[in-house]
Structures are given as C-alpha cells and as structure tokens.
C-alpha cells in the first residue's frame, strides 16, 4: 500500500489547514481570515481590520515565504468570497 501526503505549500493556500498561520507576524491562521471574507469582508484592507492580518513587521523573519502575507490572503478572498 503506497500512502501519498500532499505537502504545504506555503504559498498556495489551498495546500494549507485551516489552523495554518497565514500571518507569522500577528499569528492569524487560515480559519480566521476565511471566516471574516464568509462575514462579508471581501478586501485586504477589511481582513486587516477585522483580523488583524497583515498588520506586522517581522514578515522576513516569520513567514516561510520570507515576505508578506497579503498575496495569500488575496488568494483567499478569490477562494471564498
């Protein structure tokens, strides 16, 4: 029996759970951001306000990404709103 694990892409959030963090700096994680664009806030600037996201300065250091979480939050929205 071969087993297959598909493994997280960090910049594909599709690939993610939903406890995955999408922001390192301020430790929101996937639910969090898909439940506020399900509440109607369906633009970065919304999610930042409501969550928190997005709103650190230690993206370089935090994230896997070594950048910003804002391209995948973007990709959220275009998943879920």
């Known amino acids: 029996?071969?087993?297959t694990i598909n493994p997280k892409i960090y910049?594909?959030?599709s690939t993610l759970s939903d406890s995955d963090l999408i922001c390192y700096c301020?430790?929101?994680?996937k639910k969090t951001i898909v439940d506020s664009i399900e509440n109607g806030n369906?633009?970065?600037?919304?999610?930042k306000e409501t969550t928190?996201?997005?709103m650190g300065d230690k993206c370089v250091t935090l994230?896997?990404?070594?950048?910003c979480c804002s391209k995948e939050i973007r990709q959220l929205i275009g998943l879920y709103a």
């Open 1 to 3: 029996m071969k087993f």
């Open 11 to 13: 910049d594909d959030v």
């Open 26 to 29: 301020c430790d929101t994680d």
């Open 42 to 47: 369906r633009t970065l600037k919304a999610i």
């Open 52 to 54: 928190g996201a997005c």
């Open 63 to 67: 994230n896997p990404n070594k950048r």
